[in-house]
């Protein structure tokens, strides 16, 4: 039997408690920490300047089948803006029946229309072997030319200091 395809749309701020609990299920299962709250959530993504989007999908009341967070960035070596895909899961439940390319077409298609987004930027963990091979499958490729660098809250604390 086939089944209807879930909606995807923008998360609202009432669905912050959902969202949350999926982004909880997508560290669990990368083993990350996670201090996130629906109120951390509402503050970086619903305030004048949102520092994330979120679409989800969603077929029951009580829980989400998948959740895709972005961020505009730019890169002037293409000359143009994109996307930063931060986390993107879907039920395991729901795995396979192509929700993951759906969340990622419509970040896609949101960030085009939004902030003339042309290109997608994301980081996959080395022991993230099928999350890997999901991408590879869609066209993404390495940049084995570039390694990504982080500077934690510690850091980032000095360096404000340092004018
Ligand atoms: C990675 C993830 C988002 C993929 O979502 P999904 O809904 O299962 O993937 P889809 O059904 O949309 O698959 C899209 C395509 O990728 C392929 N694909 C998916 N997983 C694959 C795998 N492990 N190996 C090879 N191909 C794979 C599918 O076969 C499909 O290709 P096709 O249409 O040609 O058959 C999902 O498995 C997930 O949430 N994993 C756990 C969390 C995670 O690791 N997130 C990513 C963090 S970087």
């Known amino acids: 039997m086939l089944s209807t395809p879930q ?8 669905d912050l408690p959902l969202l949350n609990a999926a982004l909880a299920a997508l560290s669990a299962e990368l083993d990350d920490p996670h201090p996130a709250t629906p109120e951390f ?21 009580d829980v989400l089948d998948g959740a895709i967070m972005f ?9 143009s803006t ?8 879907v039920a395991e439940s729901t795995r396979g029946s192509g ?6 077409a419509a970040a ?3 960030s085009a229309a939004k902030w003339g987004a042309g290109y997608i930027k994301l980081a996959v963990y080395d022991q993230s072997v099928k999350s ?32």
């Open 99 to 104: 929700l993951g390319r759906r969340l990622l």
């Open 71 to 79: 961020s505009p960035v730019t890169s002037t070596s293409m000359a």
């Open 108 to 110: 896609a298609d949101w």
């Open 82 to 89: 994109g996307s930063f895909v931060s986390d993107l899961w």
């Open 132 to 163: 890997r091979q999901f991408y590879d499958r869609l066209g993404f490729v390495p940049k084995d030319s570039e390694t990504t660098m982080f500077l934690d809250k510690s850091g980032f604390e000095t360096l404000k200091g340092c004018k």
């Open 41 to 61: 959530l509402e503050q970086a993504g619903f305030g004048p300047l949102p520092a994330f989007y979120a679409l989800i999908a969603q077929s029951r009341p």
């Open 7 to 14: 909606t995807i749309r923008l998360a609202e701020k009432s």
